[in-house]
Structures are given as C-alpha cells and as structure tokens.
C-alpha cells in the first residue's frame, strides 16, 4: 500500500535508533498499567465503602468513572495519536494517569477518589497508542512478534492487579496504599517512555476536526456504558437503565451516520464496520465477556465460604492472589512470549481460533470440577493461556487491514469492544449471582457460577468461530 509504504520511509531513523530488544520490554510496561489500574481496586472496594462510609450504589462510581473515561478516551487518543504522533500523546496521556493517581491519594474523599480514578481511565488508551508505536518502530518482520508480546503482557496484567492488592493490603490498612503503587508505577512508566519510545511524524491536522462526531461518540458510548454499569444498581428495566441505553444506541446510529457523510470522519466507517475490521472487533468483544467471567466468577467462588454457601474454598484475597492467581500469570506470562513468535510463523485468526478452543476446554474443565483447590488453579492456568494468546492475536489482525495511519483509531475501537464485552461480562454475572441463590438467602447458589462458566465457554466458543470465518469476510479498501 502506497501510504504505508510513504510512512514507512519516513521511519526509517527511528527504527534504526529504537532497539526491539529495549522497546518491547519498554512498550509491555506502559500498556500493563491499564489492566493493573482496572483490577488492583476491585478487592478494595469494600474497604472504601467502609472508610468513606459511602453507599455501595456510591462506591460503584469509582469503577464506572474509570470505565466511561476509558470508553470515551480511547477512540479519540488512538485517532490523536495517528495525527500528532503516538510518542507525545502517549506521554500526555501518562501526565493525565499521574495526576488522577495523585488525586486517589491525596485526599481521602470520595467525589476526588471518583475524579481520580476517572482520569485514571484514561489509561486505557495506552494500549492502541503503544500498537501504534510498535508498528513505527519496527519492521514487518519484528512486528507480529512484538505485538502478540505486548498484547499477552496486557491481559497479564489484570491478574498481576489482583495480586498486587492482595499483597499490599489486609484488612484494617488504609485502602490508599495500593494507589500510592500507582503513582510509582506511573512514575516508571513515564521516565521509561521518555527515554525509550522513539518519536514518529503523525499525519497532521490537515484532515480536519470532527467535532460532532468527537461529541456523538462520547454521549452515544457514554449512553450505553452506563446503562450497563448502573444497571443493577438502578434495575434493568428502570427508566434511567432503558433511558440510558435507547439514548446511546439513538446517538451512535445518528454519529455513524454523521461519519459516513462527512469528507474528515472522527472514525472511518470502514474502520468501524468495514468487513476487513468487523472479525477483530467482534472476536475482541466476546475475549472480553469470557476474560472478565473468568476472572470475577473465579475471584468470587474460591473466596466463598464453604460452611456457609457449601462452595467454594474461603480464600482470602492474599491467599486468592498468591495461590489462585499467581501460578495462572506465571503460565500466561509464557504464553504472551510464545504467542508473539507463532503470530509470526503463522496467521492470526489462526492463534486465536485455537486460543479460543482452549479457552472452551478451561470453562468446560471448571463447569465439571471445582471441587478442589487444584482444580481451580489448573482452570485459572488454562484459561489465562486463552487470553493471553486470544489478546497477542487481535491486533495483528487489525494491521493486517489497516494501513498505519489509522493504526491506534483502529485499535482504540478494538479496545473498547473489549471493555464492552468486560463491562456486559461484570454486568451478567452479577445478575447471575443475585439472583441464583441458595433457598432462603440472598447467597448465590453455586449453579450461579456454573451458569457463568457456560457463558465463558460459549463466548469464547464464539469468538473462535468468528476467527475461523475471518478469511471469507470481504476485504475492505480504505482510502
């Protein structure tokens, strides 16, 4: 492709000057912030709850700020990130993370801890910015096996979160440590992307801004987001819950149509909906629902109390980290290294589809045995290689299609199908667990957590067919 090639050309001084040797390793940290900053609050939550003295429905703010800011960021950053170059926004974009990080410490409130943690979501943007930065900086050869590194290393992340609360906090302690581990892990990351990252020329502003279409998406996505982050705290079939959603669904349909006519779209249709596209964005967007399943309803069984639900282990969240989690981001770590070099040898809906047979094998293990602690950690173990390949083989199917001046737009919306799927994911299984519960008590049943599993399994079922069906999609032609 004539463009690709153009830019290409123009990078040819920062590929020589950027070692892949330091600038994979470099590009691993920076993006495993995002999922660290997800998962590391979650096991705080009801130590901020009791700390502020705040309402559940409250506290629930803190992720669903985080989760807005990210969904309404994302795409943006990823396109400023393709005009003005992906070094200087990424750096930007690291500033933003350190000062909601400081806010989170600062002061213990609850409306500055939601700010905080708003502006934290804003990390969620680093990955797209981080495959942009890749793709012009190394050569096609390097490329699939960086990517698939980087992207493995990502979903490690979520789980080296977890493990990271459940080290630094016990009960008791302030729920501040752990966002003081935030602002030096920001730190690092700055002062690593600083001196690593190479600078590359972006495309300029000479395509124009689309401001309504900046608009429409973040009220259409904000639209949606909410409905699922407050849906069962507001109930499913509120006014606010219905409002929310027929008013994202209502924007978006009226942005995609804004951006179809438009001469300098925010997000090119094609790569939106583009037959090219569609397969990644759709696999991404069911990874993400059987990710997050099996990360929370795993989380959740292992600490349930066997004397009391019948199930489950008592673990608490040191024990869930260190004997749960751990050994499973050992095995996931080895799988981003391993998958990197095979999306190299061979193609990536290939990786993902038996990623994603994988990911069925582990669901369907756990939905027959979770008995016994080795059973769980042998289906923590199995699942992670699902994700840690499914997420090392997505974006290298979007660069497969996607000439490099849209490379973080493209990822940036691949991005965001996964939070969608991970926020419908925490949506669905707390609806299971709420209302499958044990006769008598408000306790989930432990069919709840076999029914999410199913789930897990025909997700990942149906991303890997998607995957398998990618080559037939029409090619799509991007101007």
Request: hydrophobic letters at 55%; one cysteine or more; proline letters at 4%.
């Amino acid at each position: 492709m004539v463009t690709e090639r153009t830019a290409a050309t123009t990078d040819v001084t920062q590929r020589r000057s950027a070692s892949p040797a330091v600038l994979i390793p470099a590009m691993c940290l920076v993006v495993m912030i995002t999922a660290i900053m997800q998962t590391a609050v979650v096991p705080l939550m009801p130590a901020v709850v009791e700390q502020l003295d705040a309402g559940v429905g409250s506290a629930g703010w803190i992720i669903t700020a985080n989760l807005l800011a990210a969904t309404v960021s994302t795409p943006l950053l990823g396109r400023l990130a393709d005009r003005r170059g992906a070094r200087t926004v990424l750096l930007g974009v690291l500033a933003v993370v350190f000062v909601g990080s400081l806010l989170c410490v600062v002061w213990d409130s609850l409306p500055v801890l939601i700010a905080g943690r708003a502006l934290q979501g804003v990390s969620f943007a680093l990955f797209p910015i981080g495959v942009a930065v890749l793709r012009s900086a190394l050569g096609p050869r390097r490329l699939p096996t960086a990517l698939g590194i980087m992207s493995g290393m990502m979903s490690v992340g979520g789980g080296l979160g977890m493990i990271a609360a459940g080290l630094l906090y016990t009960d008791g302690d302030d729920y501040r440590e752990i966002f003081w581990l935030l602002v030096v892990l920001v730190v690092l990351a700055t002062v690593v992307a600083w001196f690593v990252v190479p600078r590359s020329a972006g495309t300029g502003s000479a395509d124009g801004s689309d401001l309504r279409g900046a608009v429409g998406l973040t009220l259409g996505l904000s639209g949606l987001l909410l409905a699922l982050a407050q849906g069962g705290t507001w109930g499913w079939l509120s006014v606010p819950t219905v409002g929310c959603a027929l008013f994202g669904v209502i924007v978006l349909l009226l942005w995609y149509r804004h951006e179809q006519r438009t001469e300098a779209p925010l997000v090119a249709p094609a790569l939106l909906t583009g037959m090219s596209v569609a397969p990644a964005h759709l696999a991404g967007f069911l990874v993400g629902i059987a990710m997050f399943v099996q990360f929370l309803a795993i989380t959740m069984f292992v600490q349930a109390d066997p004397q009391v639900a019948g199930y489950g282990f008592g673990a608490s969240v040191l024990e869930t980290s260190l004997f749960y989690l751990l050994p499973g981001q050992i095995v996931g770590m080895t799988t981003a290294v391993v998958s990197g070099f095979l999306v190299r040898r061979f193609r990536a809906d290939r990786i993902l589809a038996v990623a994603c047979g994988i990911g069925v094998c582990g669901f369907g293990f756990v939905v027959f045995f979770h008995d016994h602690t080795w059973q769980m950690i042998v289906a923590v173990a199995v699942l992670n290689v699902f994700v840690s390949a499914a997420y090392g083989a997505l974006p290298a199917m979007l660069v497969d299609h996607v000439p490099m001046q849209h490379t973080g737009v493209a990822n940036g919306i691949n991005a965001i199908a996964r939070t969608f799927g991970s926020s419908l994911a925490s949506a669905l299984v707390g609806s299971l667990l709420a209302t499958v519960t044990l006769a008598g008590s408000d306790l989930a049943s432990v069919q709840a957590y076999v029914a999410a599993f199913v789930v897990g399994g025909a997700t990942a079922l149906a991303a890997g067919l998607v995957a398998l069906s990618a080559r037939s999609w029409q090619i799509t032609k991007f101007d």
